[in-house]
């Protein structure tokens, strides 16, 4: 079955989205994921820490300061899930968790020298990889990449994906 172009398309056929195109699409996300995550996977194991940890620190890094309610956010995950791992990461001296100014209910994260130094790990195994797949496939590709990640996000995190484009 071939779908047909919408409005503003020209009437072209638009091949790529054939059922066929996209299982190989998603195929090819799924083991490209399996790439991505199989270096800092086996830098996490010798921690003794998982994806969840990495994602924590990745955003903590990020924005620096950011509130648990902010990474419970981004991250999408339980408040019981996060704590679990926040408690890992400020116990083995990798973040350090401030009470707010102005509100002391509120718990500000920080990475501690140690954990930049682990996160940093993590990341330029990543950014070797992306770099060498964006070398590869070239500058229109690697633009074109990003809209297809940016239309498959959810309109919440695509705002949260914004303001960390912006730097914030």
């Given at each position: ?7 503003g ?103 501690t ?48 994906f ?7």
């Amino acid at each position: 079955m071939t779908d047909h172009a919408g409005p503003g398309a020209g009437g072209e056929s638009l091949l790529y989205l054939t059922d066929e195109q996209l299982r190989k699409g998603i195929e090819a996300m799924f083991f490209a994921y399996r790439g991505f995550t199989a270096d800092p996977d086996r830098i996490l194991a010798e921690n003794g820490y998982g994806r969840a940890h990495h994602r924590a620190l990745h955003f903590i890094r990020r924005c620096p300061g950011t509130t648990v309610n902010n990474l419970l956010d981004i991250l999408g995950v339980t408040k019981q899930s996060l704590n679990r791992v926040l408690r890992t990461l400020i116990e083995d001296g990798l973040v350090e968790s401030r009470v707010g100014n102005r509100d002391k209910r509120e718990r500000h994260l920080y990475l501690t020298d140690k954990g930049a130094e682990l996160e940093t790990r993590l990341s330029e195994v990543q950014r070797e990889r992306m770099r060498a797949a964006y070398r590869a496939a070239g500058p229109e590709a690697v633009a074109g990449f990003r809209k297809v990640l940016e239309a498959m996000m959810d309109p919440q995190l695509r705002a949260h994906f914004n303001r960390l484009k912006e730097g914030g």
